[in-house]
């Protein structure tokens, strides 16, 4: 094999990987074993080995986390930042601002959210006189994503038709209304791509020839429209590899496609198949466990199930905690981690959760403790109601065909239009909203009318200046549209917060001016934002569903709330493809592990109404029986739960004294100096002075 110092701390398998252009490279591998670090290495190789200008290799990544990290790497590695390093959608976003004429769109056009959608959904409903109480616009929202990402969207809307009464209207409705809008909404993105692609063969050339190479990360979660679009961009080509576990296939219910993977071969001709089995995350034991529980998987997943391997020690055991409910589990989780934070960083321990309601105890605990956390997920920035009211204008501005921020903007604050006046500014909406308000002027009173007459005025301000100033056409909205006194009125709970957030994108804004990127950039960027974007580097605990914890790896885990009906969810029990993907959702959350996994459950928790009621264990601990050491830290287990007491062995009057020797689970033994209350000062033998909870404490 080739001596080159990108290839060094690659073992040979990755080596091969990375050097192998003869025909398209599958990458099969499970977690852990070096798929993302083989895309990046191979991006290093092509640009310093092979002399391929950086700007000629495109490389996917699922999250804009991922990629920035990815850019990161490069960048260290050769000095010059990648263009072309991104997600599915900011690929296609990208695309479009050069091709979208092609399809009838401007070049200015806006990306609508899932929440901007919704809005034109209500809209569309309403034109249509359909009860939204009848119709959910979230279902139509469902099946409007579905349509689009059909091969065939008339066919299925031929036969959805026949369950959905007035689907096919409201599509088109929709479709109408986008396009008058001149937006895009996220399945357009790469739905439109893929049809320009394949209908212009001269601009699918110039694309062909524009990358050399192409790789993809987390091949196991794309849909069928983006391994379209890959297809066109090969062609005919060998210049393609990608990486996937299709144990960690965790989006079917967004779309993802796991034959993409699983048949990759027959759509890229030629493929060369390379597995990684050798983990080099975790430690021994995680490992089993993880393997213990993917083994276990059904289906067309388990022909290309891999048995993952290290050589790394056996390391410490996996905990399962059974806690009385759930404000224990989560204060024990923070006990925890303060405990063992002496010996390491904050930002080593991750605690991951299968549903978001439960970061709220989390939090909580973290907050009790003095815990520095951060959720991540959640509401993102620009998804916030007080950034999105402000950007409605300056998007509006760019775009004065875009409803949804035209009625934003127009109602926020309310101008004394009301639900009747804004049907009758909707009826006059064609394509343009100054054309709409002319028109709708006439059935307004003198009030409503001079109001209005401020709106203009304000967005004749906004359209000069929004290009050159976007921060001061910001801070002059605030003022203009008292938007402070509205916050205090609308949220009186949390107005600070939300003023601070406009600060925030008044910063934000500041600094796109510096670097001289444009507004239109800063706004695509905006709404291309995700869950894991807001994780910071800093020395914090991370809070987040196992979902956005996809690709990361932390020295400590913590996964809680292991219960049937939460891990896995309740929606699973009737349906074994979804309880399928409940499984590899656990062995992702495992897998994200590397020193340390602790899995927690209540034995009650509250639930609807408030009412604590029992739970049952989780199904998935069955698999993993052998593998973890179980503890109970409530006198009382119920027979249910086979948990073994946590700490049982306390000395026998109860009593840490000082002088005393005792052990503790991480630090070993040590001698306890004093005892305040519950807690002691031990000096261990070889991790020197701590302070610790009595209750972690053996007598030894
Ligand atoms: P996931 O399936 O979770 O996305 P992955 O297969 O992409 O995992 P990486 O994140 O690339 O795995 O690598 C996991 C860890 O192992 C990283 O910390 C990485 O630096 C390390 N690693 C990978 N390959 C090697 C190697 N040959 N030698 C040493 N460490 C390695
Ligand atoms: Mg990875």
Sequence with gaps: MLRDPILDGLNDRQKEAVLHFESPLLVLAGAGSGKTKVITHKIMYLVKSLGIPIHRILAIT?????????????????????????????????????????????????????????????????????????????????????????DNPEEYLDLLSFSVPHIR???????????????????????????ILKNNPEILQRWQNKF???????????????????????????????????????????????ENILDFEKDFPG???????????????????????????????????????????????????????????????????????????YKDFAILVRMSFLTRNLEEAMMLNSIPYQIVGGLKFYERAEVKDILSYLRLALN?????SFERSLTTPPRGIGEKGLEVIKSNFVDNWIEALKKSLPHFNQKVKSSIKEYLDLMDYVIENANLNPSK????????????????????????????????????????????????????ESSLSQAQDNLEDTNKVKIMTVHAAKGLEFNTVFV??????IFPSGRSFDDPTQLEEERRLFYVAITRAKERLFLTYAKERKSFGNKSVPTKLSQFLKDIKEHVKSQ??????????????????????????????????????????????????????????KTIHIDFLEKV
Excluded at 289 to 317: F, M, P, R
């Design 62 to 150: 699922f999250t804009n986390k991922a990629a920035e990290e990815m850019k990161e790497r490069v960048e260290k590695a050769l000095g010059e930042r990648p263009q072309w390093v991104m997600t599915f959608h900011s690929f296609a976003a990208k695309f479009l601002r050069f091709e979208a004429e092609k399809v009838g769109y401007d070049r200015n056009f806006v990306i609508y959210d899932e929440d901007d959608s919704k809005k034109l959904i209500k809209k569309v409903l309403k034109d249509l006189n359909l009860n939204e109480e009848l119709i959910k616009p979230d279902k139509v929202k469902d099946y409007i994503s579905k349509i689009k990402q059909e």
């Design 169 to 195: 209207n409201i599509y088109e409705k929709y479709e109408e209304d986008l396009k008058n809008s001149n937006a895009f909404d996220f399945d357009d993105l790469l739905v439109k791509s893929v049809k």
């Design 212 to 258: 050399d190479y192409i790789l993809v990360d987390e091949y196991q979660d794309t849909n069928k429209v983006q391994h379209q679009l890959l297809k066109l961009l090969v062609g005919s080509r060998n210049t393609i590899t990608v990486v996937g576990d299709p144990a960690q296939c965790i989006y079917t219910w967004r779309g993802a496609h796991p």
């Design 271 to 345: 493929t060369k198949i390379i597995k990684l089995e050798r983990n080099y995350r975790s430690t021994k034991k995680i490992l089993d466990a993880a393997n213990a529980v993917i083994s276990k998987s059904k289906g067309k997943w388990k022909s290309k199930l891999l048995t993952l391997w290290t050589e790394k020690e056996e390391g410490e055991e996996i905990r399962l905690v059974a806690l009385s409910n759930e404000k224990e589990e989560a204060s024990f989780i923070a006990r925890k981690i303060k405990e063992l934070s002496s010996a390491t960083d």
């Design 400 to 404: 004065p065909k875009d409803y949804a």
């Design 473 to 524: 056409v910001v801070k002059h909205i605030f003022e203009k549209i008292k938007y402070e006194e509205y916050l205090q009125k609308e949220y009186s709970k949390d107005w600070e917060d939300r003023v601070a957030n406009i600060n925030e994108l008044i910063v934000a804004l500041e600094e796109i001016e510096k670097s001289g990127k444009t507004l239109t950039e800063f706004l695509e």
């Design 560 to 565: 809680a709330g292991l219960e049937d009906g």
């Design 632 to 689: 109970s830290t409530s006198k009382s287990a119920s027979p249910q739960h086979t948990a073994v007491k946590y700490k049982t062995n306390k000395p026998s009057d109860g009593e840490i004294e000082a002088g005393m020797l005792v052990k503790h689970q991480v630090f070993g033994k040590g001698v306890v100096k004093s005892v305040i209350g519950k807690n002691a000062k031990v000096l261990f033998e070889k991790h020197g002075e």
